[in-house]
């Protein structure tokens, strides 16, 4: 094959980079769309998809398919324009994020000096999309919705970023590769475990990084019991499940960017530098999908376990108790460089390690052992054949009936 001109294989390259980063985060949604449902599932005792696909893994393609031959409908008081060009935004804003976002060392769409910098302000024009979204739909439900998001997206915006210059410290750089290498060896390497100030920096960077993606319990710009649907109450067909697609995208570029920052990005937490460049490259993708996967269910977690939060208190969380804690957490770490002795710094580094390995094994445990001892059936998520009807069935369910209506 003959050598292109270079402004075309500058082009082609950026053509093959854009090809496969909304390949993967089409993918992404795909699956995780359909993990959701059995996650939720799996909670509330239900099975989930079953029966489109092995396991139910082709719902999420009947729906899409639904989605696309709906009618593209816009309503008569909607602003047409800025209607169809909101949902078209909040995809971008996510694809933007994900072309700073490296998956392993030398395998990122475009290389930024600053990346981690120019992912948060990616990700964070998407709260544009939906607040246009609202404003265009003619709807005081979507304004609502749309206004809400706007003031809880750029208030946790400043305790994330706060938490992001934790590890920036750490590093020196704002190179999101640079920063993963530095990573690279036993996990007690990783930057979550270099102090307490970063342990709980990550912990506030997730929480707060789901907050920016609208996720329960911070999906107040939805709301469904209070806005009917919020932003997006005036989408339907396609144009609505671009905002559900930027929406997983969203989730899957910030557990990569949590991952990177204080889970050591692609290392897998014991060395590699024995193995093939090729095997290790491909490892490296492997785990940082692996921890991307494990954010977002642990987001799924979050949202089928705890209640929506009022507005009110939606806010006071983040500027009442996130802002100054990240503001400390800026403020201890860069004393820790200064005031703590090596030797100390290493010892609270392998002990913090080794509790949060002991916690996460006694997690699974009692996960398995829970599992272990659910009641099979309906009740446990695995299907049971119904009782046939038979005459003594009736008889026995009359006699129910009556019995609860002497009691009542």
Known sequence: MPDLPPDLAILARALVAAAVLVSFIGLAAFLFIWAERKVSARMQDRLGPTRVGPFGLLQSLADGIKLVTKEDFAPDVADKLLFRLAPTLGFC?????????PFASGLVGHPVGVAAFFVLAALSAEVFAVLLAGYASGSKWALYGGIREAAQVVSYEVPRGLCVVVPVCLAGTLDLTQIADQQAGGFWRW???HDPFTFVAGLVFFVTATASCKRAPFDNAEAESELVAGFHTEYSGIRWSYFFLAE????????????????????PGFPTDSLPPLVATALGVAVFVGKCT???????????????????????????????VACGL?????GWQLLVPAAVGEVVRYVLAGLTAVGLLGLAASVLVADAGAPRGNAGGVWAEPKPFTAE?????????KQSSIQF
């Open 191 to 193: 930057n979550a475990f």
């Open 393 to 401: 069935g009736a008889e026995d369910a009359e006699e129910g009936k």
């Open 330 to 334: 800026v403020v201890g770490v860069c």
């Open 248 to 267: 997983y995208g969203s989730m899957v570029a910030v557990s990569g960017l949590c991952g990177i920052l204080f889970l050591g990005g692609w290392h």
């Open 93 to 101: 804003a996510t694809f933007c994020g994900f072309l700073a976002l």
């Open 294 to 324: 494990a954010g977002v269910l642990v987001m799924m977690w979050l949202r089928w376990s705890l209640p929506r939060l009022r507005i009110d208190q939606v806010m006071t969380v983040c500027l009442k108790y996130f802002l100054p």
